[in-house]
Nanobody
Framework: QVQLVESGGGLVQAGGSLRLSCAAS????????KGWFRQAPGKEREFVAG????????AYADSVKGRFTISRDNAKNTLYLQMNSLKPEDTAVYYC??????????????WGQGTQVTVSS
């Protein structure tokens, strides 16, 4: 059974930091692009960041550029999202996904169950 499991979410004050992790099991995703999405209550799921299978290419939503950093460790089959300078508007459930390319992440069949991030003002 293929699983993506997120962890690292929580409650943090504005200006604080969190590091999310997404561990894969059941298969290796080392040749897949991976990414993070988020969904706030009453809003559509939105792209946050993506990374190529090799890690040499990344993409970010404008809203998180300069604050969030995506990275991966293929040996550990784990994806990360370092989130700094957090704002209340970053509050959402964060999901990881895996797909052939960054562009196809949104339509991927491989999603985690999500981890809640809450930023208080």
């Amino acid at each position: 059974q293929v699983q993506l499991v997120e962890s690292g979410g929580g409650l943090v004050q504005a200006g604080g930091s969190l590091r999310l992790s997404c561990a894969a099991s059941g298969r290796t995703f080392s040749s897949y692009a991976k990414g993070w999405f988020r969904q706030a209550p009453g809003k559509e799921r939105e792209f946050v960041a993506g990374i190529t299978w090799s890690g040499d290419g990344t993409a970010y939503a404008d809203s998180v550029k300069g604050r969030f950093t995506i990275s991966r460790d293929n040996a550990k089959n784990t994806l990360y999202l370092q989130m700094n300078s957090l704002k209340p508007e970053d509050t959402a459930v964060y999901y990881c996904a895996a797909a052939q390319t960054i562009a196809t992440l949104y339509s991927s069949n491989y999603w985690g169950q999500g981890t809640q991030v809450t930023v208080s003002s």
